[in-house]
């Protein structure tokens, strides 16, 4: 079956500091999209990164950023000068054809 | 109006009743899903609708029926729930089935308490 696997499921970091969170999926395909969202307190989830296998270069949106590592599958996103409005859920997710597959969620604390 | 939005926000029932959760688009998408969210597990895919047929059923029990009147509202009736359905039940929408970018937007759920 197909997983996503983020391993885990808090983490806490100080504001101004960088954090990176994991994730780790299971495929035999070669080209699949994959995504973060982030779905704050409020509960509206979100699409923060996104990042197409086919592509080598490590996606980049402002202070957050994916370390995409395809023959290990793995893809953690980073996030750089934590701010307060950074803690949230984090889900890690996979496209695979017309379903998008979703982890657990790493909840993500933000240190004043 | 917000991209996505659900109603009720907050739901308790007994395992006798029959409710229904309402979900609405305003983004002209063409494709529409529910999920479920259970702490400690990974968000559960319900079920999908695309142009209003639906495209997919996940082995969801008969107790929870879906309906999409329409591209931009999609229902999911409840009866005869059990407690384990308790949960936070998203609502999403997207163009195309996951996405021309495989970008889906979501409302805010609407958290069930079955008593």
């Known amino acids: 079956a197909q997983t996503v696997t983020q391993s885990q499921p808090e983490m806490s970091v100080q504001e101004a500091e960088t954090v990176t969170l994991s994730c780790t999926y299971d495929t035999s395909e070669s080209d699949y999209y994959l995504f973060w969202y982030k779905q704050p307190p409020s509960r509206q989830m979100i699409l923060v990164i996104r990042q197409e296998a086919y592509k080598q270069q490590n996606a980049t949106e402002n202070r957050f950023s994916v370390n995409f590592q395809k023959a290990a599958k793995s893809f953690s996103l980073k996030i750089s000068d934590s701010q307060l409005g950074d803690a949230a859920m984090y889900f890690c997710?996979?496209?695979?054809?017309?379903?998008?597959?979703f982890g657990k969620g790493t909840r993500l604390h933000i240190l004043p | 109006e917000t991209g996505v939005t659900q109603t009720p926000r907050h739901l308790v029932m007994g395992m006798t009743n029959k409710k229904s959760l309402k979900c609405e688009q305003h983004l002209g998408h063409n494709a529409m899903y529910w999920y479920k969210q259970s702490a400690k597990k990974p968000l559960e895919l319900m079920f999908v609708?695309?142009?209003?047929?639906?495209?997919e059923n996940n082995s969801v029990p008969s107790r929870f029926s879906p309906e999409c009147p329409n591209s931009s509202h999609l229902f999911l009736h409840l009866h005869t729930l059990q407690p384990e359905d308790s949960a936070l039940y998203l609502c999403?929408?997207?163009?195309?089935?996951?996405?021309?970018?495989?970008?889906?937007?979501f409302g805010e759920g609407s958290r069930l308490t079955v008593l």
């Open positions: 997710a996979y496209r695979r054809g017309d379903k998008i597959i």
């Open positions: 609708y695309s142009l209003e047929e639906r495209v």
């Open positions: 999403a929408s997207s163009q195309g089935l996951a996405g021309d970018t495989g970008e889906l937007f």
